[in-house]
C-alpha cells in the first residue's frame, strides 16, 4: 500500500466522493497514472462549467441521450452536476478496484475541467494526488463498504459519519479505526440510503472476507488454501507451523502425488501487498524442490513489481490475491472438510439481478 499524507489537511472539512472508473474498472489504470478522475459518460462533448441550472443540465441530458427514460436521465443528471459543480478543490475521491479487493484514495487538486478535443468520453476531468493506493477493502467496516457499493458511478460517501471515519483511517495508517455513533436523524440516513443499490455480491463478498481473515489468520490460512487443492484433486503436504523454508504447502495431482504439475506454494496473510523479492524467493525454491510451478497466495495484495512479471511467469506461476482465494474457495466448497466448513459457514442465496443503472 503507498500513501502519502504530507501536506493533506486531515483536521480540515472536506467531502469524500465516490468515482468509478468505468462499469467495469476500464479506466482505473489511467486515473491511477494520469492522477486524475474523469467524468466518463460518452457523447457529452459539452461544457458543463456554462450550465448554470440542473435543470438546464436535465434538457442537455434528454438531447444528448434520446433513449433514456426520465428517471435515467434524473439519475445522470445528479451525477454529472456533482462531479462538474459539488465537488470542492480538496475534497477526497475514493476509488474501488475491480482488479483486486484495494480501494484507492486522492484529494482533489483542481476545479473542473472541459477539454473540447480529447478522446470519447476523457472530456471531463479533476485532477487528483493520490494519498494512499491499494488500500486492502478489509480495512473497512462493513457499513463503509456497503456504501462504497453503490451501483453509481459518482456520489458522496456520508452515510454513518463516513467522512470523519476515513480520515481518521487515514491519521491511523489505513487501519478501521472504532464507529462513533451516529448523530444523523433517520430522515438524514434514509435520504443518504437513497445514493444507489448496494452491489450484493461485492457486499457478501466483505463478509466472507472478514470471517475468513478473522478465523484463518497466519497458518491457519496456509491450511484453507490447502484444503482448496485437495479439494481440486490434489494429494498435498502441509509444512507444520513454524518456519518452513519458503515451503507452505506442496502439491500434485494423484495417485499418491507423484502426477504432473508439481506445484510449490506460499502462503502470506498480511494485509500489506508483496512485493517482487517475495516472488523471486518463490521461484528460487521452486527449483530447489523440483517443482514445475509456482503458486504465492497473498491476502493483501501484489505491489506493481509482481504485476508487472505475471505475462512473464504465465506458465509457471499463479498469484491469487483474497478475492481468488474466495472465488477458489467458493468454487469448491462443496468438496472442503467438514471441519473447513464448520469454521467458514456459508450458504448458497439466489436474489434477482437488478440492473446496474
Known sequence: MQHNLKGFGLGGVMAIWLVRAGSHGEYEKKYLSESRVYLTWEDLAVNLAEIKQKADLKVVLEHAYPDSSKPQISNYTGQIWAFAKAIDVGDWVILPSKFKPAIHVGEVKSDYVFVPGAEDPFHHYRDVTWIAQDIPRTNFDQDILYSLGAFLTVCRIKRNDAEKRIRAMAKADWKAVPAPSSNMSDTEEQADVGDGLEDLVQAARDQIAKLVISRFKGHGLERLVDAVLRAQGYTTYLSPEGPDKGIDILAAPSPMGFGEPRVCVQVKSGDSPLDRPTLDQLIGVMQNVQASHGLLVSWGGFKSSIDKEEA?????????????LIGQ????????????????????IWVVAMPAD
Open 312 to 324: 512473464t511467469q504465465f506458465f509457471r506461476v499463479r498469484l491469487w490475491d483474497q478475492d481468488d
Open 329 to 348: 474457495v467458493l468454487s469448491v466448497y462443496d468438496k472442503l472438510d467438514e471441519e473447513i466448513k464448520t469454521e467458514l459457514p456459508l450458504k448458497r
